[in-house]
Each structure stands twice: as C-alpha cells, then as structure tokens.
DNA sequence: CGGTAACCTGGGAT
DNA sequence: AATCCCAGGTTAC
C-alpha cells in the first residue's frame, strides 16, 4: 500500500567546473587551536574562490531551511544566506544562494588536484541530489491542504544524508535540550577530529573518527557541559568499539536494512531512544519514511492527524502510531514531510509564514483552569485538557 | 504495558 | 533575586 509511486527523477547534474587554481597560503593556525577555542578573529574569509553551480533550485534547495533548522548542528551561517560545513569526511566547503536563488558551492580545502571531483560527488550525495523535492511534494500536497500551503512558504526544506556515525552522535546529544546547547556540545565534539581550517569567524574539523572519540572521558564531557548525556556518548562508543565490522561500518550497513530492523539496532545502544533512533534513520540511514515524533510533531499529530489521542501522552506505543499514521498519510517519503511540518513548528520559522497558519497553543487559562494543569508536573507534554479520553 | 520521576544545563519568563 | 519552565528525550522504577 502507500506506494504512492514518487517519479523522483534524479536531477542531472552539470560535469564539475573545474578551475585550478592554486590557493593562497591561506590557514595562518600554524597550530591548530586546542580543543574548545571558539575561533574569534580569523578573518580568512571566503573571498574571491570559485563558486560552482549545482544546478540547485531555491524549490529544490533552501538553505536556510535546510541547514540551521536541526537535521545537523555542524554547519556555520559564514555570510548571508551562506552556510559552509565539511562533507565527506574531509572536503570543506561552502554553499550559498545566487540571487535568482541557485545554490553554488565552493571548496575550501587545499586542493590536492582531484579532489574537487571527490567533494562535489560527496556533496551531491550529502545534500540527497538525486530525490526531487518538487515531485515529492506535490504528491503530498494534493492530499494534504495544509500541507501544500506550508509548503508555498516554506520551499526547498531538504532532507541530507549526513554520515552515520557523525548523525548518531549529533543526535545523542540532542535529547532534551536547546538548539544552542546542542550546538555547543557538537563544537565540543568536533573540536576532536582533524583541523581542516578557518572559515568566516570559524575553525572547521573533520568530525572525529570512532577511535578519536574514544579518547575523551565521560568527565571530560561533563566538564565541557554535556550533563548525563556524557554517559551516552562513552556508553554508545563502547558498544560501536565492540562491533567486530568495526563500528562506524556497522551503522552504513544499517542502511541496507528495513526501517524496524534499523531502529531495534539503534535502539541497543545507551542514550537512542524512539526519537533519536528514527531521526539518525532518516537523516543518515535512508529510511526516508522514518517519523521522528518529539513533542512537536506529537502535537501536530494530535491536532491535525490522530485528534483521538488528545490527552494521551507520548509513549513508545503510541509514539509508533503517530509514525505509521504519517506513513499511511504521506506514503515512503513520509519522513520528509515531518521535516516540513516540523520547521513550520519552529519559532524562528514562524515570520516567514501567515499568523493563520500558526498553530497556536492553546493555553487561554480561561479554558483550562480545570484542568489540573497547575499542580507541579514534569509535564512529558501530557498537556490534558480531556483527562478522561 | 502505561504513568512518573530523575537526569545536566543554561537562558528566558515570572 | 529566587524559582520555574522549557528545550526536537531516555532510562529506570
């Protein structure tokens, strides 16, 4: 069922420009920082390189809407509507939108011949070039009304396909917290692999390999913030270290894997939970139908999807039918369109669309004063205003 | 199984 | 100024 048959053609992509030209002795770090410097003047700003198009529409590319909106907390906002990240391991580089709204690109990295043909092919593959996000959504939009006026709003909202390892990571980090203190915690993290240079007002590293992780303690982490999440990280690098295949092999196997099967093996390691484990599943492992269900897309399925759940809270159960409702809804790209469904959620997103399309909290105290809410509740977003349903 | 409390931290609201 | 609340949750009773 729900094969809703997404002509996803792949978008063609141009043969690489290829400029050589050869950069200027650029990284003036003789020394790499130390771990957890911030980077504060380092003007090397990314003038005057050459800028290649992807043959990226701003409908099939908003940058913006792609990268500071929490699929990854790796890439920097290095100039207006400019966002530079490392793909493929190492290739450092930077997108940007044209003024007609094209994305191009632009490699930082010391260009050791070759290599700029290695870092588009990653960079294709990271951003998902071969789906179409316009045939996509138009599949969902004539079944979803709400849905297609979002979308009119919020185009060019992707999916990437991030590493696994580096997604797993970013994503343990994430639970129960704030956008900015996730971003810090990666920095941290980051700041363990190899250097690759500065960009803008920030230093770049490779994300650190399994084994470079493996250095750090658990205290180290809680010094540098990381709160009980510090036991996860140490707790999940065992059990990747203790994989014979090798751990960061392991997880890219998943990817060859059905979507229940990925989340029970994400699931074994400490600190992957439901939601962690579909979000590494449809940002790194291909599972484009995964759902990741936090409190946000709880209550747009509450509101809009599964009205009959209102007042129930968010167990793995229930956690699993709000998933297959939006598979049954939007069919095997399902996890794309709670991508947009969630941005619509966030507050920073929220000037770009009409008041009417906010959903708003309901929380009129004249409505609610019955229903039990003040009483000191850890509130697991079990906001029951029909406590009997 | 479903409901709850504890778990770290920092910023904003009250 | 002191508290409370919340942030893309997970784990252990």
Redesign the pocket.
């Not at 600190?271 to 962690?276: A, F, L, N, R, W």
């Not at 759902?291 to 897309?297: A, E, L, N």
């Given at each position: 069922m729900n094969s809703l048959n997404l002509r996803l053609r792949a978008i063609q992509v141009p043969p690489p420009v290829m400029k050589r030209k050869r950069q200027s002795p650029k990284p003036p770090p003789s020394t790499p920082p130390t771990p957890q410097t911030q980077a504060r003047h380092s003007k090397t700003a990314a003038k005057s390189r050459d800028w290649v198009p992807l043959n990226l529409t701003r409908e099939e590319l908003s940058l913006p809407l792609t990268f500071p909106?929490?699929?990854t907390f790796r890439w920097k906002n290095t100039a207006p509507l400019q966002y530079t990240g490392v793909v493929g391991s190492h290739h450092l580089l930077s997108l940007k939108h044209l003024q007609n709204g094209d994305v191009c690109y632009c490699l930082h990295s010391r260009s050791d011949d070759g290599s700029h043909s290695d870092a588009r092919t990653a960079l294709l593959d990271f951003l998902n070039a071969g789906v179409s996000l316009a045939d996509m959504w138009k599949v969902f939009s004539d079944s979803d009304a709400r849905f297609a006026e979002l979308a009119r709003h919020l185009g060019g909202a992707r999916v990437l396909r991030q590493d696994p390892f580096e997604c797993l990571i970013q994503?343990?980090c994430?639970?129960?917290?704030?956008?900015?203190?996730?971003t810090?915690m990666v920095d941290y993290v980051s700041s363990l692999g190899s250097y690759l240079g500065p960009v803008g007002d920030f230093h770049f590293h490779a994300f650190p390999t399994l084994e470079q992780l493996s250095l750090v303690s658990e205290q180290q982490l809680?010094?540098a913030?990381?709160?009980?999440?510090?036991?996860?990280i140490i707790g999940t690098v065992n059990a990747l270290q203790s994989k014979p295949e090798g751990g960061e092999e392991w997880l890219r196997s998943l990817r060859k894997l059905d979507l229940q099967d990925v989340i029970s093996a994400l699931?074994t390691?400490?600190?992957?939970?439901?939601?962690?484990?579909?979000?590494i599943a449809?940002?790194s492992l291909d599972q484009h139908h995964a759902?990741?269900?936090?409190?946000?897309?709880w209550k747009i399925a509450k509101r809009y999807i599964l009205p009959e759940l209102a007042g129930?809270?968010?167990?793995?159960?229930?956690?699993n039918r709000v998933a297959e409702a939006f598979v049954t809804k939007y069919g095997k790209y399902a996890g794309w369109a709670?991508?947009l469904l969630?941005?619509a959620e966030?507050?920073s997103q929220k000037t770009l669309l009409p008041s009417h399309l906010w959903t708003t909290e309901q929380k009129s105290p004249a409505k609610i004063e019955d229903s039990g809410e003040?009483v000191?509740?850890?509130?697991?977003?079990?906001?029951s205003i029909f406590p009997l349903l």
């Open positions: 909106t929490g699929q994503f343990l994430s639970s129960n917290n704030n956008i900015g203190r996730i810090k809680r010094d913030g990381f709160g009980y999440r510090a036991k996860y699931s390691l400490p600190g992957v939970g439901p939601k962690v484990a579909a979000c449809l940002f759902v990741p269900v936090d409190t946000h897309v129930s809270s968010l167990t793995p159960k229930l956690c709670q991508t969630f941005i966030l507050p003040e000191g509740k850890k509130s697991n977003c079990s906001r």
